[in-house]
């Protein structure tokens, strides 16, 4: 909430040791950042791997066009005040859930490497990148994204992808999901590069047999079709599995049993509190 007094509440220290060094946002260089100054700025707030564990304050900041918070410990963030944003990356923290449908301009999302169990992007209809991987996302509904470009959302537990109204999408990754459906007719193949191995998916919709064969990565087990004639198409609405609902990630370590939040380039173990453990690899 925008308080009343004269400076913006930022409990803590570390962002608030961020904003202060910046000149472009404490103008007049004192101790506080005044709500007048928080109202008035709109660059961008590149706050990446400070050791924040909280960005309250971030509400004032209601002209801010872009917003780079990743690789801190965050377990929550609120945007929804920051209704100029184009672009946010708030990737690998610990993130439960992201609310953007108040961010009507955002262009690009980077939110991997979170715990996100759902992410609601119909209102973004102006996103073009939408960076997702490594949550524990079950369903992901890209129907109103008709600027999409770039979409990675692998490592997750979607179980059924509509692309068929992402008319200009050039890359999709959508591996290591527990996808049964998949929908890539979008009209727009020759110009596309898709990945979806390692799912369950025995038939896949495409526009062209032979380039999405000779071009595209999918499990040995899948079949291409023009209509595989799915009994219940992608239904956003349907019931998610019990076991998934209630499966949330609790730690990753390294292979030397050591906790990290570097998820890139190296196999990791994945703990959840059903007991289970998941080793994976991520490559950007």
Not at 94 to 121: A, M, R
Not at 141 to 161: H, K, P, R
Not at 201 to 218: H, K, P, Q, R
């Amino acid at each position: 909430m925008i308080g009343f007094g004269q400076n913006v509440n930022i409990p803590d220290a570390n962002f608030k040791t961020y904003l202060l060094g910046n000149s472009l946002i404490n103008t007049n260089g004192d101790s506080e950042i005044q709500i007048s100054e928080a109202n008035s700025f709109s660059g961008i707030i590149d706050c990446l791997m400070m050791n924040i564990s909280d960005l309250t304050g971030i509400e004032n900041f209601t002209a801010l066009t872009a917003l780079s918070c990743g690789a801190n410990q965050l377990t929550s963030l609120d945007v929804s005040n920051n209704t100029a944003l184009t672009d946010l990356y708030c990737n690998y923290n610990q993130l439960t859930s992201l609310d953007v449908s108040n961010n009507n301009d955002l262009f690009v999302l980077h939110c991997q490497g979170n715990q996100l169990t759902s992410l609601d992007v119909s209102q973004n209809t102006a996103l073009t990148y939408l960076i997702c991987h490594t949550n524990q996302l079950t369903s992901l509904d890209m129907s109103n994204n008709t600027a999409l470009i770039y979409l990675d959302c692998y490592v997750n537990y979607i179980e059924c992808l509509d692309i068929s109204n992402n008319l200009i999408l050039t890359d999709l990754n959508c591996r290591d999901n527990l996808l049964t459906q998949l929908n890539t007719k979008n009209g727009n193949w020759q110009n596309m590069d898709v990945e979806a191995s390692s799912n369950n998916l025995t038939c896949v919709e495409v526009d062209n047999i032979g380039y999405a064969s000779n071009n595209w990565i999918f499990d040995s087990f899948t079949t291409l079709s023009t209509n595989c004639n799915y009994t219940n198409p992608c239904n956003t609405t349907s019931s998610i599995n019990e076991e998934v609902t209630n499966k949330n990630l609790i730690k990753t370590i390294n292979i030397l049993g050591v906790e990290t939040k570097c998820y890139k380039n190296q196999p990791l173990l994945y703990i959840y509190n059903d007991g289970t453990v998941k080793k994976r690899i991520v490559i950007e």
